[in-house]
């Protein structure tokens, strides 16, 4: 497990690396292909089982939250479904921690058995603009006892209205290296859908970025007591 400069989070895990979407603003694709041949990225950027990986959850001396890999798409559809179980059961044998997962394919949540999902388990997915709202929808449709978050990151479109039902948590940032600006309106429009419902709501530092003079949000549902 590695430290991370991700905000909302402590620590990453990988034993899972690579993607096949292709995104166009993917900095993990970066890394990966500058480091090809490397150790840690003997594969590039083409999606890899690290079984070693597994025990590392067990070197962590406090209770944290980690972000499941933060250099995959642990739920493409190119994951084979033993790889997922594989680190659940994992996942299962140290349950001090809070495992935050973040996906583009969401309705693979759908075929995840009950017993994974513990109160130390979050799940969400990725949307930067209004032609990924349909995996809002898809959140939307998973049982009550799953706690959900939606990261709105990249912000790369307008976003005039959401409905973000049954959300319990909202992440939004701007993109990096090259920056681009969000659009104001569309983090009051998230912002105000989230206080109506009761959801908390997290701004990466890159929207301070644009906006220095706006309140910065930094609300987390799974803040860790680390005592």
């Not at 890159?206 to 680390?226: G, H, M, Q, Y």
Request: glycine share 6%; hydrophobic share 40%; proline share 6%.
């Amino acid at each position: 497990m590695n430290k991370t400069k991700i905000e909302w989070c402590d620590l990453t895990w990988n034993p899972v690396t690579g993607c096949k979407h292709g995104c166009p603003y993917c900095y993990a694709r970066k890394i990966a292909e500058r480091f090809r041949g490397s150790k840690a990225w003997p594969a590039g950027f083409s999606p890899m089982f690290h079984a070693l990986r597994l025990d590392d959850l067990k070197t962590a001396t406090k209770p944290q939250s980690i972000f499941v890999c933060s250099m995959a798409d642990l739920f493409g559809e190119w994951v084979p479904d033993s790889w997922i179980e594989m680190i659940f059961a994992a996942i299962q044998s140290e349950r001090r921690h809070t495992y935050l997962f973040l996906t583009k394919n969401p309705k693979r949540y759908h075929a995840i058995p009950k017993t994974y999902f513990s109160k130390n388990v979050w799940v969400g997915t990725s949307v930067t603009g209004i032609d990924d709202l349909n995996r809002i929808e898809t959140m939307q449709e998973l049982p009550d006892y799953i706690k959900t978050f939606v990261s709105f990151e990249p912000m790369l479109g307008k976003f005039d209205a959401i409905d973000l039902l049954g959300i319990d948590q909202i992440i939004m940032g701007a993109q990096t290296k090259p920056g681009i600006r969000p659009e104001y309106d569309g983090v009051l429009t998230i912002c105000e859908e989230a206080d109506d419902l009761g959801a908390n709501v997290f701004m990466k530092d890159s929207i301070a970025k644009w906006f220095p003079d706006r309140e910065l949000r930094r609300e987390l549902a799974w803040s860790v007591d680390k005592k």
